[in-house]
């Protein structure tokens, strides 16, 4: 283990950008294989009869959408936003590093900019790669986008503390990766609920909400 870890502090110190994208990419793939275990356990859960409990038979070219994810958006991009929000903090705005302002606001900043960003895209990008056309794809983010943003927005901030806090910046894609193991797990096995009963929750919620601000 040791080995391998000095071998990815030397891939990311060579090649900084190519080690973030790959490792995203890997990350996002096993993620995806979790949450097809996931719904699929809660499926046969739900099954009354031994012919309804089916076997596991992973949906490859969903790992391998979702794992295009990892690589062509968290990775570059997320590689950019921690270097730059980093910089910007540090000789734009001046703050101590470390410092309790210093956090609060890459917290802050991470959670109002790049979190909606990231869902947006994520449920954007997997409706068009399966085939669903403009219509459903918006149907599908009015559905998704909502609850996953709340139910994130309760445990991202804490996750972020402690790498705001304590981790180097180099490492902190890496750090955000290893906890998008389960996010995105929990991603795509939102998304691959549909129309459950407990996102119309939300549905009902933002629609009561729109409705009084137009009174």
Known sequence: MLRLWRWYQNCLAVHPLKTQVISSGVIWGFGEIAAQSVTH???VNKKTTKEDNKELHINWRRVATTSLFGMAFVGPVG????EGLDRFLKTKLQYQPKSMRFVATKVALDGIIFGPL???VFFTYMGFASGKTIKQVKEDVKRDFL???ILEGGIWPIVQVANFRF???RYQ???VNSFCLLDSCFLSWLEQQQDAAWKQMFKNLSLKEHKNKES
């Open 147 to 149: 609850p996953a943003l």
């Open 41 to 43: 356990l809660t499926v």
């Open 167 to 169: 981790v180097p910046v």
């Open 118 to 120: 990231d869902l947006f």
């Open 173 to 175: 894609l890496l750090y």
């Open 79 to 82: 590689h950019f936003w921690y």
